[in-house]
Nanobody, 124 residues
Framework: QVQLVESGGGLVQAGDSLRLSCTVF????????MAWFRQAPGKEREFVAA????????YYGDSVKGRFTISRDNAKSMTLLQMNNIKFADTDVYYC?????????????????WGQGTRVTVSS
């Protein structure tokens, strides 16, 4: 059974930095494409960032490009989301997702495994 556990959320001020972590238990981590999504109440889940199996290729949503960085440590079965210059609009619940495919996709329904989410609240 594959489980994703996120951590690192919290209350920050605009302009601050924050790092989210996602540890994967079960499965073979280097066979997963990993991604981060976020969702506000009443809204659809929004793509934030994704990374291929090797960590060589990354994708970002337009709203976070240049501020957020996704990375992975296959030895630790972990993916990270470094969030810099955080904005009020980044307030959301952030979800880690995994997909057992070579193909990186930006669409939430195509990811098979999900974490429980970690909340990021930004004060202005």
């Amino acid at each position: 059974q594959v489980q994703l556990v996120e951590s690192g959320g919290g209350l920050v001020q605009a302009g601050d930095s924050l790092r989210l972590s996602c540890t994967v238990f079960g499965g073979t981590f280097d066979k997963f494409v990993m991604a981060w999504f976020r969702q506000a109440p009443g809204k659809e889940r929004e793509f934030v960032a994704a990374i291929d199996r090797t960590g060589d290729v990354t994708y970002y949503g337009d709203s976070v490009k240049g501020r957020f960085t996704i990375s992975r440590d296959n030895a630790k079965s972990m993916t990270l989301l470094q969030m810099n210059n955080i904005k009020f609009a980044d307030t959301d619940v952030y979800y880690c997702a995994a997909r057992t495919s070579r193909t990186v996709v930006l669409t939430a329904p195509l990811y098979e495994y999900w974490g429980q989410g970690t909340r990021v609240t930004v004060s202005s």
